[in-house]
């Protein structure tokens, strides 16, 4: 928008450097002596016409020079000539008004009497010369403001308005970014112009009185002579106005679907920053996001331009022909040997397109950094419509050089620009094969042009609307910045995005603004182009829309485009109008015919919308954080893509590692760990690779919450964050670990080696020798903890260090971070206080069937149990001392073991059963793939595998196994129908993205396992499925049901809770590596009851006997799961009608219960788990009340039981350990101290130990007290927690 040098400006010619006028023009320039009658003024108009040729001549030179090469040699060259221009037209304009009279003036032809008038306005050389200087050094200073601003996103990092911050404002979608750039620009360039402005405008009005008008804006309307032009340009816009409402509904909507409610109010004006500009005054840039049928084509013929092999010259040579093919000039030689085509090598220069006239009628030039574009195309049009304008007038006199009216000039271009761009025209210059004419098209090529034609209109209204109201008085300088954006609100439909006070000048953050040039004439060339554009199209004999006219080749459009470029400013524009068109008046209705088509589709689109925007106070929030994040990606198209991606390549990348993991944990061997370990890193790199880009995605404002969470959880990229190094050690770290847990044995003296599974399991099931237990006991400690301890320290450090470059304080806040609940903590502690009760009454009850057994020297009534005698490894479930505890002995007791033996069933019989139960309630049947590939036995071929049960996912939505060293027992049918459960999980969200195939929450899956337990342990369903002859209706049968349940859900508890406490307080750095033993026995005594059987001290590792410490299991989702499975429960049994208590609730068979557990597994991890839970069970909080309805008849019968035996609750004697045991001997002599000595040395050995410990404790009380005297003990975390010594 703009030619090179304005002439229509010359009085008030920015002069940089402050040098007043003092510079001594050469005497060829300076008027000479003329008399006070006509023919000395018509003699004076010739004289000053030769000068001035010459000294525009030399300024626009120099100033081209400068542009063309950015040198402070040129840069002062070029001031030196606008001062010798300045003083040029202070001096002729001073003596016209010296010496001739109005009297002689009024003699003159009217044309002649025109140019006097031109000549004698004075603008800012009527100041005095101490004003003349001040008024330059504001321009000059608001010039270098404006020139000079820059925004710093980060020290050393700059922006400037080009090409940084317009390129951020034309192709970003970040709201933030946007927001950054938009206010980083306002503040720059706008705040330091804010001190400026008002004196710029008392003496800029100073200068416009003494031409006799009212006020500069006054003086700029004068140049339209048209007494009435206010009312005029008032009126255009009204005219308009309809159509820019529909687009602006329309465009306010798509950016409602991109940005959504919190930063578009439908009802209210669009923040200033979305529309693509940085002043929101075309919209264009933001058509991808508005286009109407996206998969039409877009007319964009760069490529083909590029296949042809065109450059600069070549564009300029096809816009030459264009203007010939109207029988109009073709360029002179000078404009080729002159021009600056194409951006230099090796000199700085000003790249803005530009079209120059030299004022010697035959140099012309246009200096554009042309690249290859459809884009430069029409700006080369555009451009050469300027110098087409220059040929055309150049032999009228200097003061007629220039448009009828400022917009003329601008317009000229633009209607060129019409026909250029259209489809038919570059069909006929070669450049479109087809012209592709379909009313969806021609939508999409519309709404382009009304984004950047239609959206225009107000903003070109309001510039000078402002200005004029500024040079009036009506906005004074304490309403600047409300003004403005009241303006701007009014015509425009935005608002600042961000709160804007008059601290602030945001009108100064536009050019034309502190480079003091008239707007207006922008509005006016946007109607005028569209009156020209149809004159000619008529003249061309066009038929069809007006939009799809092209003029090229019609001498008789080229006719009347001759006729109103000859003119120059010789005529008054009304006058030139009148000859070329037919009226003498703007208009806007060719503006509205032409884009007719686009106007009734709008209305369409916009049947429900708000037209206008009646919360017109209303502005957007500031971001969350901003500004943090600005180089962060906001389009969230964009990472809808990258999602795909990421999901389409998961499954490939964790399908290898989980084949090759599978591999391992099926046959323990060195291949195949190394290849497993080479799977994990490609797994972890794709994790890195993706973790890394959904990093650079900022979600805070996107629409669709799934694309949120996938993101936010890939950008958690756990272990994959470490560097390699660390990351390989990680992962050998883990192998390691749980190779040495898997392999491990404990060897008798004879020389019988006994795995884990099931030989040592067996052995704490169904042994009741005390010592045989302590055997199994503490040698599967000593041989799968110790030797992990050292280990484990190391990936203690580097877990954490994972978790805290993924932005966690350390690796157990990680953990927690997966139940997206803020106060887990405390809900899990409140839930624990609930239970605790019930606890400790099944506690109390088994200590005192423990008691019975092993009398006092093994029980105490009143402290902890022995951990190695309630039946279970770890004492996690005591299950397996059932027959020790059993309320009703007599009465029937549920074991479907024996009857699966009579039945002959096997594995395979099992899992069918298991897949019979989902299949019941109208779930999935387990695929072949299932059938073929899992691996339901321990293998007979000698291989080493992993035999704890687990369910595997391979990630191609078909295979799915499970792995299970099945015996044919009742408990393992009940771990079978729980892993089966995992399965069928992974069957129902097997669609969903690879992000979101994991449970609601860590404890969903295991709950969902073992929510399908409960039913299938009840009497009632052993008898459906065959496995139990009857259901003994009668209390005790339901206390021992309840009991055996109570022994595995009940006990569990505690020990599911302490196992991620201690890690959580490992993590954080409360647990010491030097106490992970000490704290692991306190935390077991305070939320267990249990102590070790022998000592213990940190040589020991007994965390590290629990598969889930060395495998990196987090385990409080056990925890939780056994809360919600009873939730779950007590939803499935109400939705299967059951009645009844709710511990002999079946749900086999209910296609209802089916149906709202199917709903629920289907959703994965795609929706918080409140949602998932509230789904489920109508509420959205985990609740220990339907656990305690399930065991209500247990609890009530532990507390009269309890009470009738007068036991009491809890472990008042915390630190009661058992007696120690001889260990058992082999011949005639005991191991001692590490020695193989006979009974007698042993006893004696005992006795001297004896009396030395009391010896050293007596000392020790003594030392003691003495110390406690002078210092009060330091206590340690588990003294606080515990009051007890280690």
């Known amino acids: ?46 004289d000053y016409n030769s000068t001035a040729e ?419 008085g009506h906005t004074p300088p304490d309403r600047y910045n409300a003004d403005w954006w009241y303006l701007r609100t009014k015509y425009q439909g935005i608002c600042p995005p961000t709160r804007r006070t008059e601290e602030h000048f945001d009108a100064g953050a536009k050019f034309h603004i502190p480079g003091n040039t008239p707007y207006i004439r922008y509005f006016v060339s946007f109607i005028l182009q569209f009156q020209f554009h149809e004159k000619l199209c008529k003249e061309a004999k066009h038929t069809g829309p007006l939009y799809t006219c092209d003029i090229y080749r019609s001498a008789e459009a080229g006719a009347i485009l001759e006729k109103v470029l000859q003119a120059g400013s010789s005529k008054s524009w009304p006058d030139v109008l009148q000859e070329a068109l037919g009226t003498n008046k703007m208009n806007a209705s060719s503006l509205m015919t032409y884009f007719d088509p686009i106007i009734k589709w709008l209305e369409e689109q916009n049947v429900n919308e708000t037209m206008g925007w009646p919360d017109f106070n209303w502005v957007p929030p500031i971001p969350e954080g901003y500004p943090e994040d600005i180089d962060k990606k906001t389009d969230e198209l964009e990472a809808k893509k990258f999602l795909d991606e990421y999901n389409r390549t998961a499954e490939g990348v964790w399908n290898a590692y989980t084949e090759a993991s599978w591999a391992y944990n099926t046959d323990i061997n060195e291949v195949n760990k190394q290849t497993m370990l080479a799977k994990n890193l490609e797994m972890s790199a794709h994790t890195l690779k993706y973790g890394q880009m959904a990093r650079q995605y900022d979600t805070t404002d996107f629409q669709d919450a799934s694309v949120k969470r996938i993101i936010k959880k890939l950008s958690d990229i756990e272990r994959a964050a470490l560097p390699s190094e660390q990351l390989e050690e990680y992962n050998n770290l883990l192998s390691n670990m749980e190779t040495k847990y898997s392999v491990a044995e404990v060897c008798r003296a004879n020389g019988t080696c006994h795995p884990l599974d099931p030989d040592l399991q067996k052995i ?260 459906t499925i065959g496995l139990l002859d009857k259901v003994e209706n009668n209390a005790e049968s339901d206390i021992n049901f309840l009991m055996n349940m109570a022994l595995d859900k009940i006990a569990f508890l505690p020990f599911g809770y302490l196992m991620d406490q201690w890690r959580w307080k490992v993590f954080d750095g409360r647990i010491p590596s030097t106490e992970y033993n000490k704290e692991w026995w306190n935390l077991r005594m305070k939320y267990q009851g249990l102590c070790p059987p022998v000592t213990r001290t940190e040589d020991d590792f007994d965390p590290g006997a629990k598969f889930h410490i060395p495998a990196n299991v987090p385990y409080v989702r056990y925890f939780v799961s056994f809360i919600i499975q009873f939730q779950f429960h007590k939803a499935l049994c109400d939705a299967a009608k059951h009645v009844g208590p709710l511990h002999t609730c079946d749900i086999y068979q209910s296609k209802e219960a089916g149906k709202l557990l199917g709903d629920v597994m289907k959703l994965g991890f795609s929706k918080p788990w409140p949602e998932a839970m509230t789904m489920i069970t109508g509420q959205p909080k985990m609740t220990a009340q339907p656990l305690m309805q399930y065991f209500e008849p247990l609890i009530q019968w532990l507390e009269e039981e309890n009470n009738k035996n007068n036991d009491i609750l809890g472990w008042p004697d915390y630190d009661w350990i058992p007696q120690t045991v001889e260990v058992p001997v082999t011949g005639n002599k005991v191991d001692f101290l590490g020695m193989s000595v006979n009974k007698s040395g042993a006893i004696a050995g005992q006795w001297v130990l004896l009396v030395i410990g009391l010896v050293l404790l007596v000392a020790t009380i003594m030392l003691a007290v003495k110390y406690r005297k002078s210092k009060k003990p330091e206590k340690s975390l588990s003294t606080m927690e515990l009051k007890q010594k280690y």
């Open 1 to 46: 928008m703009g030619t090179g040098v304005d002439r229509s400006l010359w009085p008030v010619l920015l002069l940089l450097p402050v040098l007043g006028l003092s510079e001594a023009l050469p005497d060829k320039w300076l008027p000479g002596d003329y008399s006070n009658t006509m023919a000395d003024a018509q003699r004076f108009l010739s």
């Open 54 to 472: 010459e000294v525009l001549f030399y300024s626009v030179s120099a100033s081209w020079n400068y542009n063309t090469n950015l040198t402070e040699h040129n840069s002062e060259l070029q001031v030196k000539a606008s001062l010798e221009e300045q003083a040029f037209s202070s001096a002729w304009g001073l003596k016209a008004k010296q010496v001739f009279t109005r009297n002689v003036l009024d003699s003159l032809l009217p044309k002649e009497k025109k140019l006097m008038d031109k000549i004698m306005v004075l603008g800012p050389a009527n100041l005095p010369q101490k004003e003349r200087e001040e008024y330059n050094t504001i321009l000059s200073t608001m010039d270098s403001i404006y020139s000079t601003a820059k925004v710093h996103p980060q020290p050393n990092i700059s922006w400037s308005l080009e090409p940084h911050l317009t390129d951020i404002m034309a192709n970003s979608n970040s709201y933030k970014r946007l927001l950054y750039a938009w206010e980083g620009w306002h503040n720059a360039s706008g705040v330091p112009l804010r001190d400026y402005y008002p004196r710029f405008v008392e003496l800029s009005n100073q200068a416009s009185r003494a031409d006799g008008y009212k006020d500069t804006g006054a003086d700029w309307r004068s140049w339209y002579e048209t007494e009435n032009f206010e009312d005029v340009i008032d009126q255009l816009l009204k005219t308009i106005e309809p159509l820019y409402l529909q687009l602006h509904a329309f465009v306010r909507r798509q950016l409602y679907n991109h940005y959504g409610p919190k930063y578009i109010n439908l009802k209210g004006p669009i923040p200033a920053h979305l529309l693509g500009n940085m002043w929101a005054q075309t919209w264009n840039n933001i058509y991808d996001m508005m286009i109407p049928f996206p998969d039409k084509p877009n007319i964009d013929v760069t490529d083909e331009m590029v296949r042809q092999g065109y450059n600069a010259t070549h564009m300029f040579r096809v816009a030459e022909e264009f203007f010939t093919s109207l029988g109009l000039e073709k360029m002179p030689d000078e404009f080729w040997e002159g021009s600056m085509l194409e951006k230099p090598d090796g000199r700085e220069v000003v790249c803005h397109a530009s079209a120059w006239d030299f004022y010697n009628r035959k140099d012309f030039r246009i200096k554009q950094c042309t690249t290859v574009t459809m884009e430069q195309l029409s700006t080369v049009h555009h451009e050469m419509g300027h110098v087409q304008y220059y040929l055309q007038y150049k032999n009228q006199p200097v003061g007629f050089r220039r448009g009828a009216n400022p917009g003329f000039h601008e317009a000229i271009g633009d209607v060129l620009s019409l026909s250029v761009s259209t489809p038919k025209h570059l069909k006929t210059i070669g450049l479109l094969n087809n012209v592709t004419s379909d009313y969806e098209t021609d939508i999409n090529y519309l709404l382009k042009m009304a984004l950047e034609k239609i959206a225009f209109l107000p903003f070109g209204y309001l510039i000078d609307q402002w200005r004029w109201n500024v040079f009036s």
């Open 764 to 1023: 704490m099931a169904e042994s009741r020798d005390y010592d045989e237990l302590l055997f199994a006991w503490k040698g599967w400690r000593d041989a799968a903890g110790k030797v992990l301890r050292q280990d484990y320290k190391r990936y203690v450090e580097l877990a954490n260090e994972a978790a805290t470059l993924n932005g966690h304080s350390d690796n157990g806040a990680f953990w927690r971070s997966l139940y997206e609940t803020p106060t887990f903590e405390e809900d899990l502690e409140s839930l624990w206080k609930e239970l605790e009760p019930l606890y400790q009454n099944v506690h109390a009850y088994v200590r005192r069937g423990l008691y019975k057994k092993y009398g006092p020297k093994h029980i105490n009534l009143k402290g902890p149990i022995p951990a190695h005698l309630l039946g279970n490894m770890w004492a996690q479930t005591w299950s397996g001392i059932m027959d020790l505890v059993m309320p009703y002995p007599d009465a029937t007791q549920v074991d479907a073991t024996p009857a699966m033996v009579a039945k002959k069933w096997n594995a395979t019989v099992m899992f069918q059963e298991s897949d019979r139960f989902f299949t019941s309630l109208g779930l999935l049947p387990m695929p072949q793939e299932f059938w073929d590939k899992s691996m339901l036995l321990k293998p007979s071929d000698g291989r080493q595998v992993v035999c704890h049960a687990s369910a595997w996912d391979f990630y191609n939505r078909k295979d799915f196994r499970i792995k299970q060293c099945t015996v044919v027992t009742m408990d393992d049918l009940i771990t079978v129908h729980h892993e089966m459960g995992h399965v069928q999980y992974f069957l129902q969200y097997k669609d969903q993205p690879v992000s979101f195939r994991d449970g609601a929450n860590p404890g969903f899956h295991e709950a969902i396992g073992d929510v399908l337990a409960l039913s299938v342990s009840t009497p009632k369903h052993l008898k």
